[in-house]
């Protein structure tokens, strides 16, 4: 089971589930306990940098914004 998205609405055992199918999906070593501690840190609000690498975030307004500027500069229709 591959999550692409993980929000904080997702029980802590879900959320550590879908990182370590994302490590492995992605070759990343990942071991449970770190897994379960990123999740904690996810479902609490905190920011951890590591979650960057197993989380990919939505940013609506950034993609329209760079749709803008491939269009102005002729790199997209």
């Known amino acids: 089971m591959?999550?692409?998205?993980?929000?904080?609405?997702?029980t802590k055992h879900e959320i550590?589930?879908?990182?370590l199918d994302i490590a492995a999906t992605n070759g990343e070593v990942l071991s449970d306990?770190?897994?379960?501690?990123?999740?904690?840190?996810f479902k609490k609000g905190l920011?951890?940098?590591?979650?960057?690498?197993?989380?990919?975030?939505?940013?609506p307004t950034g993609e329209t914004a760079t749709r803008h500027a491939d269009k102005a500069l002729g790199l997209a229709a």
């Open 33 to 41: 306990a770190r897994a379960l501690n990123l999740a904690a840190r």
């Open 2 to 10: 591959f999550f692409r998205f993980v929000d904080r609405t997702a």
């Open 16 to 19: 550590q589930s879908a990182l």
């Open 47 to 59: 920011f951890d940098p590591d979650l960057a690498r197993f989380i990919q975030y939505s940013d």
